[in-house]
């Protein structure tokens, strides 16, 4: 961005407009109000001039000219609608009528087809075209990819986004002139990154999809934008639901929705893998353990059962002897009032969640620092970027979509350190092999450790790489979890001394919520120590949260095996396949979890509970670069109930006042401070900040953003603008600064979830579009063992 | 091996050496060859630009662009390499003068290749041919092959210290790669499709270098220019439309063959004097006078003069030099169809118009003639027509609608002869069946 | 000269009467007349009771395409689609309706649905007798709104099958 580029003037329709010198006639027009149609241009691939729909009339020229394929030129006087263009779009359309089958009733674009508005549009309803129509039969591509070819228009959109975006190129095309037809890799199927963006981006009903056809059409459904429940990138995903028997089903998922921070892109599993939601495995009603069997019971019991038992443990055995184990699927809302309810309610620290990055050690390292830490959208736009270690590929689709994209329309240069042949070398200036393990080796070596690089690889090629390095302005740099501990500080440190921005990569949707949320047994919300916990801090829990660390979760199994730990709340979770820990551990613990299915931990419990997944709720989640966003409540299971509500609803029965919990509102009081147990004299610290954000109190107990309002005042970094948040739009979080002084943590009980594009732990067993398509069996490591979480 | 014919009313320059062995290159040399490239060696490459602007020579293809201002558009100076292309995917239906030279005097299209290799500061020049030419490769890669022994090709050509490799290069039978952009992309080993324009191919071509991209008749009338001056070789011709050029006179006369004739030649003179006239004593009913893109001539337009200009004001194109003519027995709703019949089945499918109109105009003149029309099929062909001429991607969608447009608005009696269920009325061996009218077509 | 207007008047007046004395009734004799109408009588267009037609081959015309219950001013009619396999074959295209509910507690009998039709499936029959004291009767299912199935395809086979009892040879498709 050194310089901006020149601005032409023309003039579109008697109207003068600008553009930077380069741009696309129709881009110019497009941001200037004018819609020019087109079938085969799309933003972002590249120009083909195929669909002749985007003709215009531009002085001194002859013919009709293609807006796509045009560059705006000074002084261009431009008409995008007469009579003349609007007869050439006319007979284009007449044109590709009279091979296209008109099956709308029928065909799954109905109603959202780019072809249907245009006929609208320019009026070419009456066939002149007597003869009969080419047809072929459709075919099967994979499991979620459908070609009806007589649909097809040969705009060559699929071609492309799945060659120039996705890196595939599993698409082409056979044949020549009227028998030209697109073709799958395979012959007659699809071997590919099965990510449906063929079908998304398709203006006609061609390429249809798997897991929709047929079953409904767009305007009988809802469309919600929410995040996808996967990996840790954050995705928006337009979920179509439409009412059915049990409350509201999830018909699709697509991206008609551009507006998230994924732009075009959505892989299968956002796409396609909302199916676990309707698994017939799910679990719908309580199930408590009567005579060593799991029996139905109603919520009433089984609340009334964990309550008695957990306030005997409390009341008997201490806080200590309670763990608390916490989810990286659940929403921030969610995970900040499991680790209240842990500290408050249960007086325990003994909370933790499955770790998969080095976040208290990534906030740590950036002590001292400012705006280190980078968002997705900057990865599209950053000039360099450095990778090392991951697949993002495999475990970040959208950040791989986004460096792609990034290398391909911006020429950034992509620098990969990786211990494998991963795709992204393909894209990568400079790709370096080095061995398993020696990350952390690289970052010391990128400080000027020179000693470092012999274990890494080849010293002039490191030494060569690091040059390069050097002399980047505006890299971005992201890291696996390979990278934790004590290696993350000499990244930092360079990162600093050539103002590069940080990414930690973690797996799960709601891994980074889940550290920035405190489901640590030693750090509250916002990387806070326990210990340290004084003065105003304190008061903010009230003087009521325990001091002294809890236990990990290993701790915890290992306690629960020695007769220490007499009660266990598993949230969303799976630790026992997860670890692989002994199950006979548990056998003297009561068990509470809440899960949607019966997972091998689930299976040992004495209380399990039906949990709304993260499509079934609102709150927020954060992705792995710290970027917040909303999640939209889209599908909907009458009978099971969101975490949130779960752990409300526990706290209640134990007798606790769940306004200490939640900061609702009872309707007329304005009053706050008693709610929350101020006594007179006190300010009410969270009812100032509430009057001074302009936010009204919250009504209900089981509305997660009356929580949002206390992450937002006491979590440092999620104080980002409360309007744009609600809007749908991503907010970047920055971490916390600590200050001087280490965070406990602990980078050897991480584990990464070694999920593939084709696993996603426990809902990825349970989806069956994600175990259909074939490339399933081939992705999935020998040595991964079970997925879970 | 096509019989080769001659008339006295010739003016052989291109054609001098056909029939006189001159495929072999110790023949070739004795009649002049590899002459004009060691002038041209001695010459400023501006010099030969002017001296073949001179010669007012234009395109031999099809489109009529002068070869000299087309050679000025290379930059001087370019970061990668430059190249020179021949153009010998010869597919235009009623065109068959680049088979003769390509087979009788591959050595000039090798001499013509490097002099404007010389020209443009190219090293490497490319030979593209037909695929259906298979023998003709055969031809050329022996031609090469003695061009590189004797050293004219290769490093240090006639010891001038430069440079100049020639290659051949086969293609895999389709009309679209005679597209100067496709051809390129088919020569890069992919799909013959035509490119996005502007940038045009003396800025990026092949392999993203500039290049330039002649006929094969075009590159075998340089060596001539060379030797004998740009001035003799435009004096020739008419003005701005310099030299002779290679007339491939078929269809029903009495002499067909190719015949090397003064650009301006007169079309009747050309049918009567040179073809013989009319086969079978019968009289002429049109004419298609540059290979079948060109709109087509009625009998009566016949009087005029061969030239890029007349013809463009009489509504029409020199195009590629294929004459096709005519008698008075013709059905030409017959010749419609088997005119789009050929592009539908040669469009390369990438753009709507293209694809679609030529499927659809194909289709509605099969049933016309099979004597199923419709009187609004009439309209709707033209209609069909009207709309793809200037839509397309490339010219194919222009070759295919020009002279469907012409044949309905000049010959529309005819098609409304096959109305009302009669096949075609011309043909006495067409379909007898009667075909049935539609229903509900009205 | 006014008695005589008057008379006339009343004769003008009594004539008429008279004269549709002998005119034969008009009067509908619902529901006591004959046939399974009972009397009532309906133009071609009157809107009843929906039909939900089949085609030639017996299979359904109703492709699910969700039309009629967009254009639906009351929101009545609700569907659930399917996609047609060899082995089950439903309608003639690709997807047909597994669901298919028209609620008549909601229906106004507008014929926007018969209009919005694609392929002709849903049409208004003659049925009228809705009346029902109970209204979770009148959500009327496909199985209730099916057209029955052309006769050459055994529709009349149920009549038929007294006779095949009698070992004549059955009707088959």
């Known amino acids: ?789 | 091996m096509a019989d080769l014919v001659s008339h006295p009313a010739e003016v052989k320059v291109v054609s001098k050496r056909f029939g006189k062995g001159a495929a072999n290159i110790d023949r070739y040399l004795e009649l002049d060859g590899y002459k004009a490239v060691q002038k041209a060696l001695g010459m400023d490459p501006d010099a030969i630009i002017n001296e073949v602007k001179t010669s007012a020579l234009r395109g031999r293809g099809g489109a009529g662009f002068a070869t000299g201002m087309k050679w000025s558009f290379v930059p001087k100076q370019s970061a990668k390499p430059k190249y020179v292309l021949c153009n010998g995917d010869e597919s235009e239906p009623g065109t068959c003068k680049d088979r003769l030279i390509l087979e009788h005097d591959p050595h000039s299209v090798i001499e013509g290749v490097m002099i404007a290799g010389l020209a443009i500061g190219a090293r490497i020049g490319y030979i593209y041919i037909r695929g259906e030419y298979r023998y003709l490769s055969v031809i050329m890669e022996k031609a090469i092959a003695d061009a590189y022994a004797r050293g004219f090709l290769g490093k240090n050509i006639f010891g001038s210290g430069r440079d100049f490799d020639v290659y051949w290069h086969g293609g895999a039978g389709a009309y679209e790669v005679g597209e100067e952009s496709a051809l390129m992309e088919s020569l890069e080993g992919k799909r013959g499709i035509p490119r996005i324009k502007p940038p045009f191919p003396a800025v990026v071509g092949l392999f993203g270098g500039p290049t330039v991209i002649n006929n094969v008749e075009t590159l075998a009338s340089v060596p001539p220019i060379i030797l004998q001056g740009g001035e003799w070789f435009a004096s020739l011709g008419t003005p701005k439309n310099g030299g002779t050029r290679l007339y491939c006179l078929n269809g029903h006369i009495n002499n067909p063959g190719v015949y090397e004739l003064p650009v301006g030649f007169n079309l009747l003179r050309m049918i009567n004097e040179v073809g013989g006239g009319i086969w079978k004593g019968r009289k002429l009913k049109a004419v298609t006078p540059g290979g079948s893109s060109c709109p087509i001539l009625k009998a009566e337009e016949c009087d005029i003069a061969m030239d890029f200009d007349t013809l463009m004001k009489a509504g029409s194109m020199l195009g590629s030099g294929g004459v096709v003519i005519l008698d008075d027995q013709t059905c030409m709703v017959k010749y419609a169809l088997r005119t789009i019949k050929f592009y539908q089945h040669e469009s390369c499918g990438w753009c709507i118009p293209c694809r679609e109109g030529t499927d659809w105009l194909k289709k509605s003149l099969t049933r016309f003639h099979a004597g199923a029309g419709l009187k609004k099929d009439i309209d709707n062909i033209q209609y069909l027509a009207e709309n793809m001429l200037g839509r397309t991607f490339c010219a194919l969608g222009d070759a295919a609608a020009m002279p469907t447009i012409s044949i309905v608005k000049k010959f529309r009696n005819e098609f409304e002869d096959h109305l009302e269920g009669r096949p075609c009325p011309y043909d006495p061996e067409a379909v007898t069946q009667q075909l049935p009218v539609l229903a509900g077509a009205h | ?173």
């Open chain 1, 1 to 789: 961005m050194a310089d901006a580029p020149k601005l032409v003037n023309l003039t579109v329709d008697g109207k003068a407009i600008t553009a930077p010198a380069g741009t696309l006639l129709i881009d110019a027009c497009k941001n200037a109000g004018i819609e020019i149609p087109s079938f085969c241009y799309y933003p972002g691939l590249s120009v083909q001039g195929a669909c002749r729909m985007c003709l215009v009339k531009i002085e001194k020229m002859p013919k009709l000219q293609t807006s796509c394929t045009t560059v705006v030129g000074e002084g261009m006087v431009v008409t995008t609608e007469n009579d003349e263009i609007h007869q050439a779009r006319k007979s284009m359309l007449e044109l590709v009528l009279a091979n296209h089958p008109l099956d709308c009733p029928v065909c799954d674009a109905g109603g959202q087809c780019e072809l249907q508005d245009m006929t609208f549009t320019y009026g070419a309803a009456e066939s002149k075209f007597v003869d009969i129509k080419n047809h072929r039969d459709e075919q099967q591509w994979s499991p979620v990819v459908y070609f009806d070819r007589p649909r097809c228009i040969l705009c060559y959109r699929c071609v492309r986004v799945c060659g120039e975006g996705m890196d595939v190129w599993a698409l082409g095309i056979q044949q020549r002139g009227v028998s030209s037809v697109i073709a799958p890799n395979m012959e007659d199927h699809l071997e590919c990154e099965e990510c449906g963006m063929c079908i998304d981006i398709c203006p006609v009903g061609a390429l249809t999809s798997g897991a929709y056809r047929y079953k409904t059409r767009p305007w009988e459904m809802n469309h919600v934008a929410t995040v996808c429940t996967h990996c840790g990138d954050g995705c928006v995903t337009t979920l179509g639901v439409r009412r059915s028997d049990t409350g509201m089903e999830i018909m699709r998922g697509d991206n008609r929705d551009k507006s998230g921070i994924n732009g075009d892109f959505l892989c299968i599993k956002g796409r396609y893998a909302f199916d676990f939601s309707k698994e017939p495995e799910r679990i719908t009603v309580p199930l408590i353990r009567r005579n060593s069997k799991l029996e139905p019971a109603t919520w009433e019991a089984a609340f009334e059962l964990i309550a008695s038992k957990l306030k005997e443990v409390r009341d008997r055995d201490g806080g200590q002897a309670i763990g608390v184990i916490g989810s990286n699927r659940t929403t921030n809302e969610e995970n900040y009032l499991l680790q209240k309810f842990a500290r408050l309610v249960l007086a325990t620290n003994n909370i933790d969640h499955h770790r998969t990055a080095d976040y208290p050690g990534f906030v740590s390292a950036l002590a001292g620092t400012q705006n280190m830490t980078a968002s997705m959208r900057d990865v599209a736009s950053a000039p360099a970027i450095l990778l090392i270690g991951n697949d993002p590929t495999e475990q970040h689709p959208l950040l791989a979509w986004q460096i792609r994209n990034n290398v391909r329309l911006n020429k950034a240069r992509l620098y990969t350190v990786n211990s494998n042949q991963i795709k992204l070398r393909r894209q990568s200036t400079v790709f370096h092999l080095i061995s398993a393990g020696s990350e952390g080796a690289f970052a010391q070596f990128l400080v000027g450790n020179d000693s470092a690089a012999s274990s890494v690889g080849d010293p002039q090629a490191l030494n060569s790489l690091r040059d390069k390095l050097r002399g980047e302005q505006g890299l971005v740099i992201a890291f696996g979890s390979e990278i934790r501990g004590e290696h993350i500080k000499p990244l930092v440190q360079f990162a600093q001394s050539v103002g590069a921005k940080l990414i930690c990569l973690g797996d799960y949707a709601n891994s980074r919520g889940a550290a920035d949320m405190g489901l640590y047994p030693d750090l509250l919300p916002g990387y806070y120590p326990v210990s340290q916990l004084t003065g105003s801090k304190d008061e903010d829990w009230m003087g009521k949260a325990p001091k002294q660390p809890g236990l990990t979760l290993q701790e915890m199994f290992s306690a629960a095996a020695g007769g220490r730990l007499r009660a266990l709340y598993v949230v969303g979770s799976n630790p026992v396949a997860r670890y692989n820990l002994d199950p006979f551990a548990l056998k003297n613990t009561f068990t509470v979890v809440q899960d949607m299915f019966l997972t091998e931990t689930a299976t040992l419990a004495d209380v399990v509970l039906p949990a709304a997944n993260a499509y079934e709720k609102g709150g927020t989640f954060t992705n792995t670069c710290g970027d917040l966003q909303r999640l939209q409540k889209a599908g909907d299971v009458t009978t099971v109930k969101s975490d949130f509500e779960i752990i409300v609803r526990i706290a209640n029965a134990m007798g606790y006042d769940v306004h200490g919990l939640v900061p609702f509102a009872p309707g007329l009081r304005a009053d706050m401070g008693q709610t929350r147990g101020a006594e007179s004299g006190e300010a009410d610290r969270h009812k100032v900040w509430l009057t001074r954000q302009g936010i009204e109190p919250k009504l209900s107990p089981f509305d997660p953003l009356a929580l949002l309002d206390e992450i937002q005042r006491l979590v440092p970094g999620y104080e980002v603008s409360r309007l744009n948040l609600m809007a749908g739009n991503d907010q970047h979080t920055q971490v916390p600064d600590i200050g001087s002084g280490e965070l406990p943590s602990h980078p050897e009980l991480i584990v990464p979830s070694e999920d593939t594009l084709f696993t996603s732990g426990t809902l990825g067993r349970y989806s069956k579009t994600l175990n259909s398509v074939m490339e399933n069996d081939r992705a999935v490591p020998e040595d991964a063992g079970i997925p879970a979480d």
């Open chain 3, 1 to 173: 000269m006014p008695i005589l207007k008057n008379i006339a008047a009343i004769a003008k007046g009594m004539s008429i009467t008279l004269k549709e004395m002998f005119a034969p009734t008009v009067v509908e004799n619902y529901p006591d007349g004959p046939g399974p109408l009972k009397g009532a009588k309906f133009q071609e267009r009157f809107r009843g009771v929906h039909v939900l037609q089949r085609d030639e081959n017996g299979l359904e015309k109703c492709v699910a395409c969700f039309l009629c219950a967009a254009a639906c001013p009351s929101n009545c009619i609700y569907i659930e689609a399917a996609e047609n396999t060899a082995e089950n074959r439903i309608s003639g295209a690709e997807r047909y309706a597994k669901v298919y509910n028209i609620d008549y507690n909601r229906c106004i009998f507008c014929g926007y649905c018969v209009e919005a039709c694609p392929t002709d499936a849903i049409t208004h029959g003659h049925g009228f007798e809705l009346a029902t004291f109970n209204a979770s009767n009148l959500v009327y299912r496909k199985e209730q709104l099916l057209a029955p199935m052309p006769a050459h395809l055994g529709a009349n086979a149920v009549f038929n099958k007294a006779e095949i009892d009698k070992g004549m040879p059955a009707l088959t498709s």
